[in-house]
């Protein structure tokens, strides 16, 4: 009852920040307009975009299937996808996109994954994530630093920050042994320092799937090329995802601009605004688009193309996952009452 309380006291902050961010962004435009000129892009483009976010969860999907794979354990292809959209709804409506991966740690478990090798499998793509996401957004820097004012300069220096600080406490849970035991040790004086029950027994959990963590990253270790393999499938992940914009950009018909030029000023506008703790980064995704793309579409285009770019590459994929949620959350209560 209490996580569910949480979730939907997250969903409506979700929900009331889109209302905001949307109120502020169309307060002054002609919203008729800007609706006829989203329904009037080429269709075959848009449907090119949808599926390119399909192609961006079924990477994710590779991945977890692979790791968990290479740890002994197996997840059936359409499993790992559910898994994938089941991180990426809770990613979206929680602050700091917090909620991810424990539930799919949750989701895993009940698919009879151990605990200690589906938090593993989700370190390391998440750490190949931080890699990647970084890597491209300081290449790309390069060629469109123009673009930036002071004030997305200073997001982007916090979005990087934040990200390989991340990284760095990501990297030693998977590889420190020592670190990974402070870290438990802590925990649990501050769970005696609130009275929880139980004490003991929760160390002795603890420590035990500290083991059993412990041998799965040894394992890791030895398969190197597993690690490259993740990294090669996240690098594909993020450059179909960065390609929407391409996407949504021919779609209008509009010339000028290619493919490397749009991808690459996505993948910083990407950096910018993931290290912004609200959900699903609303509001920063929005304004940022409206700066960064400024100089991509006409004045005329850009409201609308941020609409579109932003409904396929979030808020549908947001209703999607969410189904799949409601439909997965059915099933397991019918067979919680059918044992």
Known sequence: MKRTKKLVKNFILFLILIIITF???LKDQDITEIINIVFSVKKEFILIAVLCMILYLSCEAINIRRTLRTLNENLSFPKALKIAFIGFFFSSITPAASGGQPMQVYYMHKDNISIANSTLTLLINLSCVQIVTISIALFSLIFNYQYLNTVL?????LGVTLNLTALALLLISIFSKRMTNWIIQIT???LTFFKVKNIEEKQE??????????????YIK????????T????YLQYIIFYSISYWVYCSFGLQGHNAFEIITLQSVLYATVSGIPSPGAIGVSEGGFLAIFSSIFTKDLLKSAMLLNRGINFYLFVIISSIIVIINTIRDKKKALKE
């Not at 300069?153 to 220096?157: A, D, K, Q, V």
């Not at 030895?222 to 393999?229: A, P, R, S, T």
């Not at 990294?231 to 996240?234: E, G, S």
């Open 153 to 157: 300069i200073w997001f982007l220096i």
């Open 222 to 229: 030895k398969n190197g090329k597993l690690i490259i393999k």
């Open 205 to 218: 959990r603890f420590e035990s799937e500290l083991t059993k963590y412990q041998g799965s990253a040894k």
């Open 188 to 190: 649990l004086r501050i």
């Open 231 to 234: 990294l090669l499938t996240t």
């Open 23 to 25: 109120y502020i962004i």
